[in-house]
């Protein structure tokens, strides 16, 4: 299916490349767009160097963005793949929040009303579970996120959450996703947090669950907001976690 993309040219602080822009690579959904599912890659505490798609942290997320489109496309899933202008959160510019808000605007004035699910990498699962409150979001999906204990919660209210860290993570904390799961449960619509045994922050061990979570989790939603059933990805993060939501945490 081809891919279409959209730019956008920012405003840029000092010191920062000239040629800095946001970049989504959008794959259609085949007919009518009934949802869409927002990638969102990781990167660094503070850096305006501009991304590429060459740097890992964006390459790392195009095999979810596939396994999506390929398990949602043909029953109405959009799949939105973001690339922000600077490899750094940045302070108090949150950099990868103004992109992720930039590009709900475009889901938004492409496809208003329609659900939106949100996939995000470490720095991108902390942009996630920020841009949450979107009216259009129904779920999140943070991968080994970047959080403390000042991340805030009352932003997924409503929404459906699943939060996936391995316990051999060294660069960002498991415990501190736990502790941001517990604060969220009773605030979200659903709290799903899955402890990887063994599991590094890079998602190189034991990737094939990495994969059948995350776009399992998305796929779930997609399939109780359209009513339709979307067959072996959905049916895969039933079988995992056939408790959903009946405590934190699962331990796979």
């Known amino acids: 299916m081809a891919i279409r993309k959209i730019d956008d040219r920012e405003p840029e602080p000092a010191g920062s490349g000239a040629d800095a822009k946001a ?40 095999p979810f963005a596939r396994a999506l489109q390929s398990g949602g496309a043909r029953n ?29 605007a475009h889901i938004s004035r492409e496809h208003p009303g329609v659900p939106v699910y949100l996939l995000g990498h470490s720095m991108g699962g902390l942009t996630a579970l920020c ?25 997924v209210a ?17 415990a501190n996703s736990l502790a941001y799961a517990r604060r969220a449960d009773g605030v979200a619509k659903s709290v799903d947090y899955v402890a990887l045994k063994g599991a590094g922050h890079f998602m190189f061990r034991r990737v094939g669950l ?35 939501g009946a405590g934190l945490p699962v331990v796979l």
């Open 23 to 62: 970049v989504l690579s959008i794959a259609r959904a085949s007919g009518e767009t009934r949802g869409v599912a927002l990638v969102l890659h990781g990167g660094r505490s503070k850096s305006f160097e501009s991304v590429r798609g060459r740097h890992l942290s964006p390459a790392r997320m195009l």
């Open 158 to 174: 409503g929404r459906r959450i699943l939060i996936v860290h391995g316990t051999k993570d060294r660069w960002t904390s498991p």
């Open 76 to 104: 109405g899933l959009a799949v939105w793949t973001l690339r922000n202008r600077y490899r750094g959160w940045n302070g108090k510019d949150m950099s990868p929040v103004q992109d992720a808000r930039w590009a709900l």
């Open 131 to 155: 841009v949450a409150d979107h009216p259009q979001v129904e779920a999140v999906v943070a991968l080994a996120p970047w959080l403390d204990a000042q991340t805030p919660v009352e932003r």
């Open 210 to 244: 990495w994969n059948s979570l995350a776009n399992g989790f998305i796929l779930d939603a997609f399939d109780a907001s359209s009513g339709r059933d979307l067959g072996r990805g959905a049916d895969a993060f039933r079988s995992l976690l056939p408790a959903s």
